[in-house]
């Protein structure tokens, strides 16, 4: 893997990511994707469409600009890795379970904490997406 490559998807991704979680997602996907049942879950997959497009998107921009070479199979893996987690993380459930489990959920629960242990999980995985897109 070329570090130039790895260095600039990182950088990128998290662009793209600021830009299709808070430009791209609308009022209705952000306000509903956690909801319970089918309307949560419709929602909560347009949003990682839109957001996994937005990526797509970049990459592909990316690649024309400074002809990075990437290859499709990695970046297909790559942005269904950041889709997956992201996916499972946004029905907020899942990722408060998981701050609870690791002593957080006082942090979640009362101290403003939802918000950047989201960003920071989504970030976290960025860097894993972007190590498989790279390579």
């Known amino acids: 893997m070329d570090a130039v490559r790895f260095a600039a998807t990182l950088a990128a991704l998290y662009a793209a990511h600021q830009v299709a979680d808070h430009w791209v997602q609308t009022h209705h996907q952000a306000t509903s994707k956690a909801l319970p049942g089918a309307a949560g879950h419709l929602a909560n997959i347009a949003h990682v469409t839109s ?13 024309l600009r400074f002809d990075l070479a990437f ?12 889709a997956i987690s992201h996916a499972w993380a946004d029905r907020r459930s899942t990722l408060r ?4 489990r690791l002593g957080k959920g006082d942090y979640w629960d009362h ?3 939802a ?21």
């Open 51 to 63: 957001y996994t497009a937005t990526m797509a998107l970049v990459i592909a921009v990316l690649d």
């Open 71 to 82: 290859s499709l199979p990695w970046v297909v893996a790559g942005l269904a890795v950041t």
């Open 97 to 100: 379970a998981l701050a609870v």
């Open 111 to 113: 101290r403003g904490g």
């Open 115 to 135: 918000y950047p242990l989201d960003q920071a999980w989504h970030i976290g995985w960025l860097l894993i997406s972007s190590l498989i897109i790279a390579a």
